[in-house]
């Protein structure tokens, strides 16, 4: 499996981790998680122009059918990452309220220099959501206003004084290994706890309800979690109240 050859290069290392590179034209992409699911390349991109400004929006695919990742080539969230399941949880986000105005949009997931759209079925053409999608950035970008209002909440996991080594360990393996390969596939994974050799982690953006998640979790991320720190005896999927309302009302 892909986390076992990524184990066995750490180990072939001294213990570093190997991430794998592919070039192609001087376009260096990391092979992640999700080896399963075959990637595609960028997919066609738009230019927008006007007589004051141009703007290319490039569009990749994601795992999930049903999330695209959009990179506007410009800073979008700095270093962190924000989720908006609901249209209610983008009060502090212009940009996120203005794209759940999309019929057919579902949730939004903002990166350090992309944003991940997930659409609410299957049967929904991205033909069809992207115009709407890329007219939307691009005015936005245009308006000068802020992703997020000082309103936003705070998601920082970073360390913390009251934080024992086997979390700090944990959290600097999720920062400077996981994280950065899941939001390659326009997602993200959250530190939410460590409980009885347990580590309680949230999936966001295109993992979401990404159908290889489990995957992601059990042969990706615990695997190399249990590499480096013996201490750790598995990994949990956390879902916020939020997300169980939802499974809910998807089940009903």
């Keep these: 499996m892909a986390a076992a050859r990524w184990l066995g290069a750490a180990a072939g290392l001294g213990g570093r981790f190997c991430r794998m590179m592919v070039k192609d034209h001087n376009l260096r992409t990391q092979q992640s998680f999700y080896q399963l699911v075959p990637k595609k390349p960028f997919l066609p991109s738009a230019v927008w122009h006007n007589a004051v400004r141009c703007m290319f929006i490039q569009t990749q695919d994601t795992p999930n059918p049903n999330s695209l990742k959009f990179i506007p080539g410009k800073e979008v969230l700095e270093s962190r990452t ?15 309220r203005q794209l759940f105005k999309i019929e057919g949009v579902k949730s939004i997931f903002f990166g350090p220099d992309f944003i991940t759209i997930t659409k609410e079925s299957e049967d929904l ?12 950035i691009m005015d936005f970008f245009a308006s000068g206003l802020p992703v997020v209002t000082d309103e936003a909440p705070r998601t ?41 050799g347990i580590v309680q982690l949230k999936l966001q953006g295109s993992c979401t309800s990404c159908p290889s998640s489990i995957i992601t979790l059990k042969n990706g991320i615990q695997n190399m979690l249990q590499f480096y720190i013996p201490e750790v005896e598995g990994v949990e999927q956390v879902v916020d109240d939020d997300d169980d309302v939802e499974k809910e009302a998807n089940s009903t």
């Design 82 to 96: 924000m989720e908006f399941s609901t249209p209610a949880a983008a009060f502090c986000s212009p940009l996120a």
């Design 125 to 136: 053409d991205w033909n069809l959501l992207k115009p709407d999608i890329y007219a939307t």
């Design 156 to 196: 920082d996991t970073g360390a913390s004084e009251e934080d024992d080594e086997v979390v700090l360990m944990i959290k600097e393996l999720l920062d400077t290994r996981i994280r950065p390969t899941v939001q390659e596939d326009g997602g993200d994974v959250i530190y939410k706890g460590f409980e009885d």
